[in-house]
């Protein structure tokens, strides 16, 4: 077999599409590796891989501790059944939700040091994944808007992303992922509340260096709000003006998924949204959140 290779996406500055490579077949060597592509270029998208849940876990455990180990993303439930889009499913509108840009788990006390993400069943079309480079954004901007934000902080919660699209979220008491696959789940449950936590709202700065690259990135996105010393107003058009300049190409990717498909983010540096498809038709996502560590990645005091 040829060699693992890596090659630039195309239209795009940031990510790589790795070529001959099985992912649950990589000697120390080849891991190390693959994790410094994965560094650099913030986004690895490999085909044909079709990982089992055993297998996805696993190596999503070599990049890290996980913060959670597998769950479902999409319009079905366990017995194969589609959700209503009808306003009635959470799982729905928490897909309704995540086609706003985003970085995951800056709503948590730790913000998420990445992901593994694999599609098992797509839609004939649509469904994209989005991903965009806040290292390249940050590079990007004027030496104005920089020195602006250099010591700006930002709240971060999901309650707040969520109302923005009509989710009324209370917290769950026993908020987690179901990661039970053979769970029937009739209720819209699966996701299980999690990020609906009554603790202290996160506070993240909206320019961050990366603890493994050193480079300056943007981090903002539809959890961040009221930033501290701004208005509300203020504030949300400063946020929205960074993401409509930051996801603009080249510093932008669309996904547009095979089954098999596995996508390894650096959730650190790259922001990420879902984009619609037919909710007649099936889509089933394999999302394993890799933690980040508490040294670099937790949320600062108020
Ligand atoms: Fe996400």
Redo the contacts with the bound molecule.
Sequence with gaps: MADMSFEPLEGACFGARVRNVTLTDLDEKAFRTLYDHWLDAGLLVVGGQFLGRDDQIAFAKRFGDLEFEMAEIGNMRKDGTLRPDDGSDDMMKVNRG?MGW?H?STYMPVQAKGAVFSAEIVPDEGGATGFADMRAAYDALDEVTRAKIENLRAHHSLYHSQAKVGHDAKPVKDASVNTDDTATDQKGKTYGGYGFHDGPVSVRPLVKVHPETGYRNLIIGRHAYDIIGMSSEESEKLLQELVDFACQPPRVYHHQWEPGDVVIWDNRRLM?QATPWNFKQARRMWHSRIAGDPETEAAMAA
């Design positions: 995540n985003h995951d990420h």
